[in-house]
């Protein structure tokens, strides 16, 4: 087994290269360039373990060209604003027809299907090695099985937020895309459904020899090395619960956090018992890995993972993190007053006596014009080098806060309003705000406000608003988007030309 401890995937390391240098739109139409043909790639215990990390890589990939994740995410119709460049202002504003390369590179779903494409020719040939490599065993492959159809549920949940009705291809395909219908996004999102359901049965709580769905240390190495970076029960079940409060089903929200309370500690996962810890630099929750990234795609700097796009940081940081007089995205100081309206706010609030911040852990230089955000700010190993900009944080999906929050949401709608305040109050208190009162206050405005709060950056701002504006339905502008398809992206030019079968989206198409 020493070989498979010794070996690094160049299919990795292709990846890695990929995600920095061109993204991954073009993967599927380039002739392959993997180290040995395809025919010969399921022979031993080593192209199982290149092809499945290959597969999280290119997931990795997906989410982070042009900051995928935060521009669709966290930017659109967000609390962020573009200090002047016309290409983000395009996404802060809605404006996604607009002719900038960057806002044209959103549209294209191709690299999501490279994961789907990577996910479904293991589930088809992995099998192969069984019988060709004793390693293999059979339940190495059973867990393999369960995280390759987690990961391919987890791109059709970011398919189907982002575009709506997409084509469901579950068999590899070699090459060019195939012509396929886009199918409703409920027939979507039930697939990845039964398939998270499904695989949370062979997912272990925790990668090491101790899990009861693992006889020994995963693929030769130890809980260290995989801790938060692949998919376990824990992550399967919170992608489940976001399935479920994208389609406003929150008795099944409530349901599937309830497995995620009750069962959190088995996977070493914790609460972050303060802001200091959320945003510490190179040992907080954004740097490197760590068992409470519930789900996360890593930049480790200790990995050699690091890079100089791809993240947030890229956008939000400025002096004197890096040596960028302005970020080109910020929070105006109007809107930080506004939303961090909480007395005693570890993450930003004022001093009532002075008007300068008492806390200030999300923000930096906020007497200037331009505050930074600096809530994540993991700069190759938490320092800055001039010039030269390495960032590694984590993109992480939920943690367990944003679960708290999110059943918070689900209580309410269920009509548990104390459980509801029971979890908002206790991330709240986390964060310095000492004795929460929601008596008399309408606790969906709490609670999104807390997300608010709590997740800025983190890539929930657009898809809270349109969950917000479907229970309160308060907002006439929102509603007017959601109801008439505008809250999906525009499906890419090259797609429609390639494919006859597929339409664009109504609310693009005017």
């Known amino acids: 087994m020493q070989r498979i401890f010794r070996y690094t995937s160049p299919l990795l390391l292709a990846l890695a290269l990929c995600a920095v240098l061109a993204g991954c739109n073009n993967l ?209 079940y919170a992608v489940l619960a976001h399935i479920a409060a994208w389609e406003e089903r929150y008795s099944d929200v409530m349901a599937y956090t309830k497995f995620i309370m009750d069962n959190y500690p088995k996977a070493n996962i914790a609460f972050t018992p303060n802001a200091l810890e959320l945003t510490r630099a190179s040992n907080g929750f954004f740097g490197r890995r760590t068992p409470s990234q519930i789900l996360n795609f890593t930049f480790d700097y200790m990995s050699q993972e690091g890079t100089n796009t791809g993240h947030i940081e890229e956008y939000t940081l400025a002096r004197p993190f890096i040596a960028k007089i302005v970020p080109e995205m910020y929070v105006p100081k109007d809107s930080i007053i506004r939303i961090f309206d909480q007395p005693g706010d570890e993450r930003f609030s004022i001093d009532p006596a002075t008007g300068y911040p008492l806390r200030d852990y999300y923000f930096t230089n906020y007497s200037q014009n331009i505050p930074v955000f600096s809530k994540i700010k993991v700069i190759e190993s938490g320092t800055s080098s001039g010039s030269f900009r390495l960032f590694t944080a984590t993109l992480s999906f939920s943690r367990m806060e944003e679960l708290a929050l999110l059943r918070a949401e689900a209580a309410v709608q269920t009509g548990d309003r104390g459980e509801a305040e029971l979890w908002l109050a206790n991330v709240m208190k986390s964060r310095g705000v000492v004795n929460p009162a929601f008596q008399g206050k309408d606790m969906i405005d709490e609670i999104f406000a807390e997300r608010r709060r709590e997740l800025m950056g983190e890539g929930w701002r657009f898809f809270d608003q349109v969950r917000y504006q479907r229970i309160k339905r308060n907002e006439p502008a929102m509603l007017k988007l959601i109801a008439e398809g505008g809250i999906y992206w525009p499906v890419a030019e090259e797609a429609l030309a390639q494919n006859a079968l597929l339409t664009q989206n109504t609310y693009w198409s005017k």
């Open 28 to 236: 599927l139409e380039v002739e392959s360039n993997r180290v040995k043909p395809e025919k010969d790639n399921w022979e031993d215990v080593e192209d199982t373990r290149n092809a499945l990390i290959g597969a999280y890589g290119l997931m990795r990939a997906a989410l982070c060209d042009n900051a995928t994740w935060w521009m669709q995410g966290e930017f659109r119709l967000g609390d962020f604003s573009a200090v002047s460049r016309p290409d983000l202002r395009a996404v802060t504003g809605n404006n996604l027809n607009a002719s900038y390369s960057l806002v044209r590179s959103l549209h294209n779903w191709r690299r999501f299907y490279a994961v789907i494409n990577a996910t479904n020719l293991f589930i088809e040939r992995s099998g192969d090695v069984l019988g060709k490599d004793a390693y293999y065993s059979e339940g190495n492959h059973r867990v393999d099985i369960a995280q390759m159809r987690s990961l391919r549920a987890f791109a059709y949940f970011c398919l189907a937020r982002n575009w709506g009705d997409v084509p469901l291809i579950v068999s590899s395909f070699d090459g060019q895309f195939p012509r396929m219908r886009r199918v409703s996004q409920d027939t979507v999102l039930a697939f990845a459904e039964r398939e998270l359901v499904q695989a949370a049965k062979d997912l272990p709580y925790i990668y090491d020899g101790n899990d009861p769905q693992l006889t020994s240390i995963y693929y030769n190495e130890y809980y260290g090395r995989w801790s938060g970076t692949l998919f376990n029960k824990i992550s399967a």
